[in-house]
């Protein structure tokens, strides 16, 4: 059985500069399956995992966020295989978005027909929502010009829309990682409650049946406190 010593200075923490970008494309690359059992479980049951996701290169996305500084990406563009026996594949199209961006219903559909444009493939496009306040913004983008119209729609997750209640009795992992960006946006001003909530998370995470190495990690990182662990 594994013991984890565990020790921490709160005084040492860093609140509120929080990299969200580079926490969601470390904790998708690693759960990838686990990413899809819980933001798209239809989607899910069509994926054979036997085949590994492959993690294309992101020179789309980086053409169209070159003029926008500061902005870090998060994106990420998956490749799986279907179970259906043929030789058939999805861009699975994931944006992780934390602030309210007025364009951003548009950038999802320049990133659709970008993308499509290359690969000519089917795609499933996701945007998962972090930010802690209600969005007023539109999510679909819609263009109508003298008689040229075109609506665009996409799968959006708003982690604002789901409690504590039902995160906390979810039994799916990414369900605490939702869970964490709330705790994290929660206890931004106060570290002992930071503190508090990630031992509270950690058991959470630990009654689901993963790799106790991969997950104590993920969950660490991704609540974005400072400590020393060893197994």
């Known amino acids: 059985m594994a013991t984890a010593l565990i020790w921490e200075n709160s005084t040492d923490y860093e609140v509120g500069n929080v990299d969200q970008d580079g926490l969601w494309k470390t904790v998708i690359g690693e759960l990838f399956e686990d990413f899809l059992l819980y933001f798209a479980p239809d989607l899910h049951a069509q994926v054979d995992f036997s085949k590994k996701a492959d993690f294309i290169q992101q020179e789309l996305f980086q053409q169209i966020i070159k003029d926008k500084k500061g902005r870090k990406i998060a994106d990420q563009l998956v490749k799986v295989h279907l179970r259906d026996g043929e030789e058939k594949w999805v861009l699975v199209h994931i944006e992780i978005q934390s602030d309210n961006e007025p364009d951003f219903a548009k950038r999802m559909f320049q990133y659709f027909y970008r993308i499509f444009d290359k690969y000519d493939k089917e795609i499933v496009a996701l945007a998962i929502m972090t930010s802690p306040h ?57 570290v002992d409650k930071r503190y508090a909530f990630k031992m509270k998370l950690m058991r959470e995470v630990l009654k689901i049946n993963r790799d106790y190495d991969t997950v104590l990690y993920i969950v660490f990182y991704f609540i974005a406190l400072n400590e020393h662990i060893s197994m």
Do not use: C, P, R, W
């Open 134 to 190: 209600k969005s007023e913004y539109s999510t679909e983008f819609h263009y109508n010009y003298f008689g040229t119209k075109l609506n665009y729609a996409y799968n959006i997750y708003k982690t604002i829309d789901h409690s504590y209640e039902e995160l906390e009795q979810s039994d799916k992992l990414f369900s605490k990682m939702v869970l964490a960006i709330k705790y994290m946006h929660d206890t931004k001003e106060d």
